[in-house]
């Protein structure tokens, strides 16, 4: 097993109390505990409103946003270790990253409120995030995943959750040859094992990492997920944990 499981996908905040989902309620889910740190990112709630898809931004929710994505700075400790990633929305507010964030959320689904891609900052934004070297945890319908990955941000390094469950499906994605390309990453949570067997098979184990998806995923149960693989020592230590770090030792805040 790796010395270090590091979750690579866990929502954290405290604002945001349905379902709970502040650090003190992620690691009271570590019955084993065997996982030794996890990325943080702000709930979505917390940054937009999801449920209204005419949402307009306001000095109101910025401010919010702001609050939510440098809460997470201060988490962490000697005994769990904690990676803040900075969740962007349509301010584009990368004068907002900070040292200690170490990625980039992007996020949407079909029903929600849209990125305006059009806008000149959303362009000055992706220039920052390659001049800064930060993976960005990519959540989009299927369309503007690949318009981002291949037009908006080519090169850009990206992570792909639940194995693009999200993103417009694991299958759709593989034809496209997006899991091919050397900088993009996937995790496993809430992906199904087979496309995680597949997927290695296919591609390796050397840009996978072990997610969970907290709360809407059980950090212990996603962990099992991936030990029941019969992945050997060498893979474990990536998936686990060792692929996250050097991805996020590449970034430079």
Known sequence: MASMIIDAHAHCGRLDRFPPQDLPDYRSCLREGRIGGFTAISPVMEIYDRHDPDFRDSPQWQKQRAESNAYLLGLGSPDF????????WNDFAVEQIRPGHKGIKWHRHADEPVYNYDDP????????IRRRNMPVLLEEEFANTLFFINELAPGVLVII????????GYESLRRRGIFEMP???????????????????????DRIMFGSDFPF????????????????????EAVLGGNLVKLLARSNP
């Open 81 to 88: 270790i904690v990676y803040p990633f900075f969740f962007i």
């Open 183 to 205: 900088n993009i990453y996937a995790d496993t949570a809430l992906a199904p094992d087979a496309d995680i067997r597949d997927y290695i098979s296919r591609h390796g184990h």
């Open 161 to 168: 959750p639940h194995l693009g469950y999200l993103n417009g």
């Open 217 to 236: 995923g059980d950090p212990e149960s996603e962990l099992e997920k991936v030990l029941r693989l019969d992945l050997n020592d060498e893979q474990l």
């Open 121 to 128: 900052r959303c362009a000055a934004a992706i220039e920052e």
